[in-house]
Every structure is written in structure tokens, then in C-alpha cells.
Nanobody
Framework: QVQLVESGGGLVQAGDSLRLSCAAS????????MGWFRQAPGKDREFVAT????????DYATSVKGRFTISRDNAKNTVYLQMNSLKPEDTALYYC????????????WGQGTQVTVSS
């Protein structure tokens, strides 16, 4: 497992952009596929985006495709989520997570960073 710490959340207006960061501990970060999830009040946690260990493969939830971009810097042990054209419905607690392989279950989670989008 790896230890994950998210940052970069905040209060923004609709149409604004934010970049979330997730810093990972450990020397094996580059072997983990990473993901971003979010949970709005009263709703289940939902998948947002994922990226392979090398960064060569990505996938997105339909609701964010074309607006959000996931990327990673293995030299910095960090994964990012660039969020553009934010909408009020993007308001949620955003978590990053790690898994040992593309088809494995996520087994490490951060504490989350709050994103609030006002209309």
C-alpha cells in the first residue's frame, strides 16, 4: 500500500478551473495505477478518472469527459486532476486511490479534498 495525500481543493465559481494533486509516499508509486473518485453529500462515491502506472492509458466518467484530465509525474510521486469548466454538480469531496494493477481493486485511499462550485 501507499500513503496518499490530496490537495488543491477549494471554492470556485461555475466555469472556473482547479487542479487537484495527490502526493504518494513510497518508492513503488510508479508501479501503481491511480484513480480519482468523488462523493457528494447524500450520494455514493463515484468514479471520476483513472490512469495506468506508466500514464499511457486513461479513462473517465462520462460526466467529466472532455472537461477533466488526469495525469501523473512518477518522478514526483504525484497524480493530478485538472478540472476545467466546473459545474455546481461537480461539488464533492474528491479522493485519490491506488491499485496494484489496472484490473485490481483500489486498496489505498487518501482523506480527500473538498471542491465546491458555486453557481
Amino acid at each position: 500500500q501507499v500513503q496518499l495525500v490530496e490537495s488543491g481543493g477549494g471554492l470556485v465559481q461555475a466555469g472556473d478551473s482547479l487542479r487537484l494533486s495527490c502526493a504518494a509516499s513510497g518508492r513503488t508509486f510508479s508501479s501503481y495505477a491511480m484513480g480519482w473518485f468523488r462523493q457528494a453529500p447524500g450520494k455514493d462515491r463515484e468514479f471520476v478518472a483513472t490512469i495506468s502506472a506508466s500514464g499511457g492509458s486513461t479513462d473517465y466518467a462520462t460526466s467529466v469527459k472532455g472537461r477533466f484530465t488526469i495525469s501523473r509525474d512518477n518522478a514526483k510521486n504525484t497524480v493530478y486532476l485538472q478540472m476545467n469548466s466546473l459545474k455546481p454538480e461537480d461539488t464533492a469531496l474528491y479522493y485519490c486511490a491506488a491499485r496494484s494493477a489496472w484490473f485490481a481493486a483500489y486498496d489505498s485511499w487518501g482523506q480527500g479534498t473538498q471542491v465546491t462550485v458555486s453557481s
